[in-house]
């Protein structure tokens, strides 16, 4: 945990905004609800427990079964969850009290977890708003549907106050991303050690993950390794390494404060890139490049994506791939064939962060309106830039024959690209390289003190060894 002053201060900035968004008296509740223990196959083995981001931001407390309540009248805060008993005494040993786990984050008043739902209950009795976040586990939902607000809409004043607070990172924040960005690179650093010819996919995967739990909490989301990078987020690693190919590394370490990394590297099965492969890495390797240099505060990352899109089709006209005038393609997003998801996404608590909560409020100003094109629609973040951002940046180009094949079929491409030549890319798979960048006062930072091998030449080098 953080200095029990960061949970306090955190709580009353949200309490403040709250209070700007409503009149006195008719402020209601903010409850809050940690995961609990979810069995895998039965009550007692359960999967690894992961505490929920939003618990951990306001309360910092990572113990299953937790829950709080937040009086936005009068500024009490009220932390339930049950001191154990003997019987978990013989299996866990001794543990802290409750309250005093409470006070470890600056809250001074706790009661047991049946009083949370007495609570709530006589707040809606009373006619009070009760404010919450989506669910997104099973348990949350039910606990929901148990204090009678299954048919009430999350609280759009909550959701709005949270993420104006979560997507500025404080220093202390910053720290945990370095560090998880370091674990990182010496996640990646045991992917690229062990690429070989002839091994399995899943024991590259088995070293890095176990990395990961060596010096962290684990991954921060299943690791994408795969030598089908046209496929955005293969997770079968049961191929055997071939020469020849391109490796898609898209993966991720958890720092025990829970905080992730989000790297991806595409690596050369045989240490050495062929021209062709060469000649298209090179485009991504640029637009990576390209999407740094033009982040910064007050520019919109969605404005940062149309201009590395350009970049990438001016590339792609050089090799003859698509044909005509660049102005036109980017209009009508001819780019979406090649890269069919956004430049980037918000990372903090979650690697993405709080999606949960709906990907337009997290990523999209008020003025912004999503687009239906393909890549630029799957854009996640497309805000105004203010330091403490912290994004990816993530250029792709994929060669996905069925949506190749899809295009070619309805003429979605208007005659700009030429399928003769792509014939020569469908069995090319794909390529994504991406960093974690940090949005500061004059600029951004690449996140961790090193970055991972990204130039043709520096990945050939590395891959000597």
Request: aromatic share 8%; net charge negative.
């Amino acid at each position: 945990m953080f200095n029990k002053e960061v949970y306090e201060n955190r709580r009353k900035a949200l309490i403040s905004k709250m209070c700007a968004a409503a009149a006195e008296g008719q402020r209601g509740l903010a409850i809050f609800i940690g995961n609990v223990d979810a069995p895998a196959q039965y009550k007692d083995n359960c999967y690894k427990f992961r505490q929920d981001s939003t618990w951990l931001y306001f309360w910092g407390l990572d113990n299953p079964g937790y829950a709080a309540i937040i009086d936005l009248d009068n500024g009490v805060e009220i932390i339930y969850a049950d001191d154990i008993e003997i019987g978990d005494i013989i299996w866990m040993g001794p543990q802290p009290s409750v309250s005093s786990l409470a006070a470890s984050v600056g809250v001074d008043r706790s009661a047991p977890s049946d009083a949370f739902g007495k609570a709530v209950s006589e707040a809606i009795a009373h006619g009070r708003r009760i404010h919450f976040v989506p669910a997104s586990r099973y348990y949350n939902v039910l606990k929901l549907r148990e204090l009678g607000l299954d048919d009430k809409k999350p609280s759009v004043d909550l959701i709005k106050a949270i993420i104006s607070l979560r997507l500025i990172k404080e220093p202390c924040e910053i720290a945990q991303l370095d560090d998880a960005c370091n674990l990182g690179y010496e996640m990646h650093t045991v992917a690229r050690n062990n690429v070989r010819i002839g091994i399995l996919e899943q024991e590259i995967v088995g070293k890095m993950d176990g990395m990961t739990l060596g010096k962290g909490w684990g991954v921060s989301f299943p690791t994408i390794l795969s030598q089908h990078g046209e496929t955005l987020h293969n997770h079968l690693h049961d191929k055997i390494v071939e020469p020849g190919k391109l490796m898609v590394i898209d993966a991720g370490c958890e720092n025990n404060m829970h905080y992730p990394s989000d790297h991806t590297r595409t690596l050369p099965t045989s240490g050495k890139f062929t021209s062709k492969q060469r000649d298209i890495y090179q485009i991504v390797c640029d637009c990576n490049n390209y999407a740094f240099s033009q982040t910064r505060p007050g520019v919109a990352y969605r404005d940062v994506h149309i201009k590395t899109m350009r970049m990438m089709l001016e590339r792609l006209s050089a090799l003859d791939i698509v044909r005509g005038d660049i102005d036109s393609m980017v209009e009508i997003g001819i780019a979406g064939l090649f890269q069919p998801h956004g430049l980037g996404h918000a990372i903090g608590l979650d690697v993405h962060d709080m999606e949960d909560y709906g990907e337009n409020f997290v990523g999209y100003d008020e003025d912004q309106t999503r687009s239906s094109q393909l890549g630029l629609g799957s854009l996640r973040m497309a805000r105004r830039l203010v330091p403490g951002n912290v994004i990816s940046d993530e250029p792709g180009i994929y060669f996905i024959p069925a949506l190749i094949e899809l295009w070619k079929k309805e003429g979605t491409d208007k005659g700009f690209v030429n399928y003769a030549k792509l014939e020569e890319y469908y069995d090319f798979g794909g390529i994504r390289l991406e960093d974690d960048v940090l949005v500061t006062s004059d600029g951004a930072r690449r996140l961790g003190d090193q970055r991972l091998p990204i130039e043709p030449d520096e990945v050939e080098e590395a891959m000597k060894r």
